[in-house]
């Protein structure tokens, strides 16, 4: 296993086409999230799963996003009719389901870097 | 609530220097306090965490002080050497949902 794997690295597109990434976790996490990150910022919460249910979603999650983990293994973020300020980082990242009351690592990928032009 | 600040928003440090990067948060419900270190062009990646029942954890030449009651804590990087030129993040997170809230980061950058 090679860590969370997220496809592609980068994208243009044009404001207003839709745009989807994808997530690969790492095997047998079952936990996976996602995040935006600005330049200069940090990571900024977007969702996350456990297995196939979609158990919190931010406020930044606009009516535009959307993700999906359909087998409880990869994941999607789709993006409608982006717009400019949409560009960022996606990051993707997985965990292992700890015993109650524990965390355990969140792995990041290497990100989807948007640019809506 | 959700806040967590982090400062400075830079750092030049000497090579063998000491580095020291803060944060502070403001939920009482966070229990998991984890740093991250971001290269350009890569996902950050977990340096040390740690939780609010210890003041300090050491792994090596990274040190996490927490300090519960002023609700801070702060990564100490010693013998800084031009490998640990990053960007660190400090994080917080709840035990249920684990999602992690970042601070603003801190670029750091380490002289020969």
């Known amino acids: 296993d090679t860590g969370v794997s997220q496809n592609p690295r980068h994208k243009i597109t044009k404001r207003g086409q839709n745009v989807t990434f994808r997530c690969d976790p790492i095997?047998?996490?079952?936990?996976l999230y996602w995040y935006r990150q600005t330049l200069g910022q940090g990571p900024e919460f977007l969702t996350y799963?456990?297995?196939?249910?979609?158990?919190?979603k931010s406020r930044l999650l606009s009516d535009r996003f959307s993700a999906e983990r359909p087998k409880g293994s990869f994941s999607t973020l789709e993006i409608q009719r982006t717009e400019q300020g949409d560009s960022a980082m996606y990051l993707c990242?997985?965990?292992?389901?700890?015993?109650?009351?524990?965390?355990?690592?969140?792995?990041f990928g290497q990100g989807t870097r948007l640019t809506v032009v | 609530q959700q806040q967590v600040k982090q400062s400075p928003q830079s750092l030049i440090v000497q090579k063998g220097g000491i580095s020291i990067i803060n944060c502070a948060y403001e939920?009482?419900?966070?229990?998991?306090f984890p740093w991250y270190q971001q290269f350009p062009g890569k996902g950050p990646a977990l340096l040390i965490a740690?939780?609010?029942?210890?003041s300090e954890k050491k792994e090596g030449r990274f040190t996490i002080s927490f300090n519960k009651s002023a609700k801070q804590f702060s990564l100490h990087i010693m013998d800084s050497q031009p490998g640990d030129s990053a960007t660190y993040f400090c994080?917080?997170?709840?035990?249920?949902?684990?999602?992690?809230?970042f601070g603003q980061g801190t670029e750091l950058s380490v002289k020969p």
């Open positions: 990242a997985s965990s292992p389901r700890g015993s109650p009351n524990q965390n355990t690592e969140a792995f």
């Open positions: 095997s047998e996490h079952n936990r």
């Open positions: 799963f456990q297995n196939e249910a979609q158990l919190e």
């Open positions: 939920n009482t419900a966070f229990d998991y």
């Open positions: 740690i939780r609010p029942d210890v």
């Open positions: 994080a917080a997170s709840k035990s249920q949902g684990g999602k992690l809230i």
